[in-house]
């Protein structure tokens, strides 16, 4: 059996979770997804995930009812219930040792917690096999959709790296956990980002790249551990929308987006770059939406 037999095994695996989640779960069906024996797929999905499938379910299973928690008409036994779990009591147990707090007091107080975010195994390392992809390289020209969006005054709780100017850098030097935390954030704005500061938002001795979320400029809840919060002004920022593509292709996209970027003269639009109005910065890639990125711009006239 090569690599990819296994990644594949795995990816089959989890695409057999996600379609399945809101069910009963066995060691047996997942078997049979991967095709292979029960005790050989829980051994290469630890392999590659890093937990047993059992592990994997449990906590993804949890990060997702975390979430249906926040909705305040959905009794706690019936988020149970939706999850899989059999009682409220189990439920209650299950998310409170993961989490360190009872479903009841997260419902609550909302604080971040660490949601389980997993990544599909093939993705990675198709990513792994091709290396980073650089904005230099030359692609050919797709349609990208493009928009002018306003920016409130606003709050960013961000996680700073050390020297990364890319999401591969950063991850390598704070992990990858940090996404979940910044999903479990409930006030937050928008959806969390991957973002490059410019200089008037950066430390002596932090990265250009890092990861945050928007949240309203009168927050004044908890923040991470880990994390701090800084305001932003108002701006506009100029959105690039690619058209959607397959997942496994994902670095390809980017690359398109970077491309279109690149070669986008804003100013026969009346508007100019403003790189220090605000943080460029890059949504999760789903291949559904297409790749999206912003760039903050000003009118000429101003």
């Known amino acids: 059996m090569n690599n990819w037999d296994k990644i594949n095994a795995v990816q089959r695996v989890q695409n057999y979770i996600e379609e399945n989640i809101n069910e009963p779960i066995t060691l047996h069906r997942l078997s049979q997804a991967a095709g292979y024996s029960p005790w050989y797929t829980s051994r290469i999905f630890k392999q590659l995930t890093g937990k047993t499938p059992l592990e994997y379910i449990r906590v993804l299973r949890l990060s997702r009812a975390a979430v249906k928690l ?7 036994i019936d988020v149970a219930l939706d999850f899989a779990f059999d009682s409220h009591e189990g439920f209650t147990r299950a998310f409170s040792d993961n989490f360190g707090i009872t479903p009841y007091r997260y419902r609550q107080k909302t604080p971040p917690l660490p949601l389980f975010r997993p990544s599909p195994v ?12 650089k904005m230099t390289e030359k692609k050919q020209m797709t349609t990208v959709f493009v928009q002018v969006v306003e920016r409130p005054a606003r709050k960013l709780i961000l996680k700073r790296g050390i020297s ?3 999401y591969f850098d950063y991850c390598r030097e704070v992990g990858c956990e940090v996404w979940g935390i910044l999903c479990s954030i409930k ?6 980002v991957g973002l490059w500061l410019p200089e008037r938002f950066r430390r002596p001795g932090t990265s250009e790249y890092a990861q945050g979320v928007e949240v309203p400029i009168d927050y004044s809840d908890e923040v991470p551990d880990g994390f701090e919060i800084i305001e932003l002004p108002p701006c506009k920022v100029m959105v ?12 390809e996209a980017i690359a398109d987006v970077w491309q279109a970027i690149s070669n986008y003269n804003p100013e026969l639009y009346g508007f100019r770059w403003a790189k220090e109005d605000g943080p460029r910065f890059q949504l999760e890639p789903w291949g559904e939406r297409g790749y ?3 760039k903050p711009v000003r009118p000429i006239n101003e």
């Open 70 to 76: 926040w909705d305040d008409d959905k009794r706690i």
């Open 122 to 133: 093939r993705s990675y390392y198709l990513m792994l096999q091709k290396g980073v992809l």
């Open 240 to 251: 690039f929308q690619g058209p959607p593509f397959e997942n496994e292709e994902f670095q």
């Open 187 to 192: 006030q937050a704005l928008y959806e969390p």
């Open 292 to 294: 999206i990125e912003a």
């Open 164 to 166: 990364a100017d890319n």
